[in-house]
């Protein structure tokens, strides 16, 4: 996909955006609401006359130099707006007019956006699933496949209660338009994906992934309970306090995040067991217990519990377990 230029205003990029692009809005946000309440008030022409006023002069010498370093340093880029239209139509001509000439998305983001929609609603390949027990890397694996896709990734969470980051997750726009892009740049017969919940996180999965996902034959990862409590441990406790220390965030916020999520899931943990749960807590963030002990007790006590019982729905559908490595091996096969 080449470099977009994309001139619409910060706010419309925030609600969505597409990978490789960037944002160099001809009207910052304040400018685009002026000239929409004058084209309500007053149409089209005089809302155009007052764009061109709000942009003229230092304002206009220094949006164009910003559009003409980012051609200079990405001579396929396009240049793109809401519907392609008026503000992609201007920039393009401002950049012609300075010796630089830069082709136009045709239909702008919405196009390209009802294009990504029917990718997704299409998604016609050979699926296979990558389940295991919480702590199984099955994320790791995922990412060691040249077949599969990281959803995980793409949405900036790691799918558990517990697995919240650092950075925000994309808009679900963002994240459909990066996971369409993905898609199409897939060569493979095969698409391997880790099995998940319909939400990643406060990110819903398309409706056609989720149905294919709950039908597609699944390989199973298997890991002994101590090495996916080092596993998490590693993951959860360790990386998370580097990436907090390196943000110059306090281990306290760390432990803020974990009792938190705890909380989301009380209900179906029960009151006493949620209680011993935040006590262990916060004994290992106080340094009295070892972090282990309340990774093993939410695997004996929730998850582990949680995921046999939805193996058994889909027994049915596993056609290969066996270790990481076993696992690896099997689906690189798949064509």
Same mark, same amino acid.
């Given at each position: 996909?080449?470099?977009?230029?994309?001139?619409?205003?910060?706010?419309?990029?925030?609600?969505?955006?597409?990978?490789?692009?960037?944002?160099?809005?001809?009207?910052?946000?304040?400018?685009?609401?002026?000239?929409?309440?004058?084209?309500?008030?007053?149409?089209?022409?005089?809302?155009?006359?007052?764009?061109?006023?709000?942009?003229?002069?230092?304002?206009?010498?220094?949006?164009?130099?910003?559009?003409?370093?980012?051609?200079?340093?990405?001579?396929?880029?396009?240049?793109?707006?809401?519907?392609?239209?008026?503000?992609?139509?201007?920039?393009?001509?401002?950049?012609?007019?300075?010796?630089?000439?830069?082709?136009?998305?045709?239909?702008?983001?919405?196009?390209?956006?009802?294009?990504?929609?029917?990718?997704?609603?299409?998604?016609?390949?050979?699926?296979?699933?990558?389940?295991?027990?919480?702590?199984?890397?099955?994320?790791?694996?995922?990412?060691?496949?040249?077949?599969?896709?990281?959803?995980?990734?793409?949405?900036?969470?790691?799918?558990?209660?517990?697995?919240?980051?650092?950075?925000?997750?994309?808009?679900?726009?963002?994240?459909?338009?990066?996971?369409?892009?993905?898609? $199409?740049? =897939?060569?493979?017969?095969? #698409?391997? &994906?880790? %099995?998940?919940? *319909?939400?990643?996180?406060?990110? +819903?999965?398309?409706?056609?992934?989720?149905?294919?996902?709950?039908?597609?034959?699944?390989?199973?990862?298997?890991?002994?309970?101590?090495?996916?409590?080092?596993?998490?441990?590693?993951?959860?406790?360790?990386?998370?306090? $580097?990436? =907090?220390?390196?943000?110059? #965030?306090? &281990?306290? %916020?760390?432990? *803020?995040?974990?009792?938190?999520? +705890?909380?989301?899931?009380?209900?179906?943990?029960?009151?006493?067991?949620?209680?011993?749960?935040?006590?262990?807590?916060?004994?290992?963030?106080?340094?009295?217990?070892?972090?282990?002990?309340?990774?093993?007790?939410?695997?004996?006590?929730?998850?582990?519990?949680?995921?046999?019982?939805?193996?058994?729905?889909?027994?049915?559908?596993?056609?290969?377990?066996?270790?990481?490595?076993?696992?690896?091996?099997?689906?690189?096969?798949?064509?």
């Amino acid at each position: 996909m080449p470099p977009l230029l994309d001139v619409r205003a910060p706010a419309e990029f925030k609600v969505g955006q597409l990978p490789n692009s960037v944002n160099l809005p001809i009207l910052n946000d304040a400018e685009r609401t002026h000239v929409g309440i004058v084209y309500k008030q007053q149409g089209q022409e005089t809302a155009i006359a007052v764009g061109h006023r709000l942009v003229s002069g230092e304002i206009r010498s220094q949006r164009l130099e910003s559009w003409s370093a980012f051609c200079r340093g990405n001579p396929d880029a396009m240049v793109m707006c809401w519907r392609g239209g008026q503000r992609s139509g201007l920039a393009q001509q401002w950049l012609a007019d300075s010796g630089i000439d830069i082709p136009r998305v045709e239909g702008g983001f919405k196009a390209l956006r009802t294009a990504c929609l029917t990718t997704l609603d299409q998604p016609k390949k050979s699926w296979w699933l990558i389940s295991g027990r919480t702590g199984s890397a099955k994320t790791v694996l995922v990412q060691n496949i040249d077949q599969s896709i990281d959803l995980e990734g793409l949405a900036n969470h790691r799918g558990s209660a517990f697995g919240r980051r650092l950075t925000p997750q994309p808009t679900p726009v963002t994240f459909e338009n990066t996971l369409a892009i993905k898609y $199409l740049q =897939h060569e493979f017969e095969s #698409l391997v &994906v880790e %099995d998940e919940s *319909r939400t990643i996180g406060r990110i +819903g999965l398309p409706l056609a992934w989720h149905h294919q996902m709950q039908q597609a034959p699944i390989a199973l990862v298997e890991a002994s309970f101590e090495e996916r409590v080092e596993h998490i441990h590693k993951e959860y406790v360790h990386d998370a306090q $580097l990436e =907090h220390a390196q943000a110059g #965030l306090p &281990v306290s %916020d760390l432990q *803020r995040q974990y009792e938190e999520a +705890g909380g989301r899931i009380k209900r179906r943990l029960g009151g006493l067991r949620f209680e011993q749960l935040t006590q262990k807590i916060q004994g290992a963030f106080r340094g009295t217990l070892d972090h282990r002990e309340w990774i093993s007790y939410l695997l004996r006590e929730y998850y582990d519990p949680m995921y046999d019982f939805q193996l058994q729905r889909k027994i049915h559908r596993v056609a290969f377990r066996g270790d990481a490595a076993a696992v690896t091996e099997f689906l690189q096969a798949r064509p």
